[in-house]
């Protein structure tokens, strides 16, 4: 698998709040894949995590959101945290970077309150995700189907509930391996 992620650029949208588990755990097993990951926020150099119920570690920021183009990466990666998730919501380059994958058919693997910015461009019309509860009526409210399953996969859009992300990392490495955008790049 990981020869077909070599050198893969990926981005993963992040803010101050995100879920230290599920940034952490995605970002480590794409690096070990052999993935180029970058951390992209509307904060500069630095995003603090949460992790339980407090603040966690901070994090280095590879870009500024608002110079961020989603031509420049081939998956685009959503973890949860509902502080950070709720900044991005306020950010008008989250929504045109999350349309830029919807409209290209790119992979885009979102977990927990990360699902909730698929809704933010009403594109998902159609599209089966699953999501924690909290998030469902902004993603029904754009047209999107719901699955109770802790993981959905709809084309080029993986989903998951969380908040534990093993799985979600698992499935995400496996989609992007699979991903014929991928392999049309390579």
Not at 85 to 110: C, M, Q
Request: glycine letters at 10%; aromatic letters at 4%.
């Amino acid at each position: 698998m990981s020869s077909s992620l070599a050198g893969k650029p990926v981005a993963i949208l992040v803010a101050n709040g995100v879920d230290e588990p599920q940034l952490t755990e995605i970002q480590r097993a794409l690096t070990r894949a052999g993935a180029t990951v970058r951390t992209i926020a509307p904060e500069q150099g630095l995003v603090n995590s949460w992790h339980g119920d407090s603040w966690g570690h901070y994090y280095p920021v590879d870009g500024a959101i608002n110079e961020a183009l989603g031509s420049d990466f081939e998956v685009l990666v959503l973890p949860g945290g509902q502080r950070g998730i709720d900044k991005l919501k306020e950010n008008l380059h989250t929504r045109r970077i999350v349309n830029h994958f919807l409209d290209a058919g790119k992979p885009i693997s979102a977990i927990g309150e990360g699902v909730a910015l698929l809704a933010l461009g009403a594109r998902i019309g159609g599209r089966t995700v699953t999501a924690p509860q909290a998030q469902r009526a902004d993603l029904l409210a754009a047209g999107a189907e719901i699955d109770d399953d802790a993981t959905s996969v709809d084309g080029n859009i993986l989903t998951a509930q969380g908040p534990a992300p093993q799985a979600w990392v698992e499935e995400t490495l496996q989609m992007v391996a699979d991903s014929d955008v991928i392999r049309r790049a390579a």
